[in-house]
């Protein structure tokens, strides 16, 4: 049990990762705090307007939205990368 916990966590013994993953969760948390506000000064501002929550939500993803067909087209196998 304990090789196999050693095993998982051994990136963590390189200092530019460390710095990289610490980045990473502060990055995330901070991107949750900033939805969370939004959402509710929507809400407050609207009187609870479901509607215009789910507007609000919806139009967080347009921009990204185009160019989803999109990135799969170059590919010479016609399939898209899973990270994207």
């Known amino acids: 049990m304990r090789t196999t916990l050693a095993g998982t966590f051994r990136s963590l013994s390189v200092r ?4 990289f993953a610490a980045g990473q969760v502060l990055s995330v948390g901070g991107t949750w705090m900033m939805v969370v506000a939004q959402d509710w000064l929507v809400l407050a501002l609207t009187g609870d307007s479901a ?3 789910g507007a609000v939500t919806a139009l967080q993803f347009t921009p990204r939205a185009p160019a989803h067909p999109v990135r799969g087209a170059g590919s010479p196998t016609g ?3 899973a990270c994207c």
């Open 16 to 19: 530019n990762f460390r710095l």
């Open 51 to 53: 509607a215009a929550l």
């Open 79 to 81: 399939t898209t990368n």
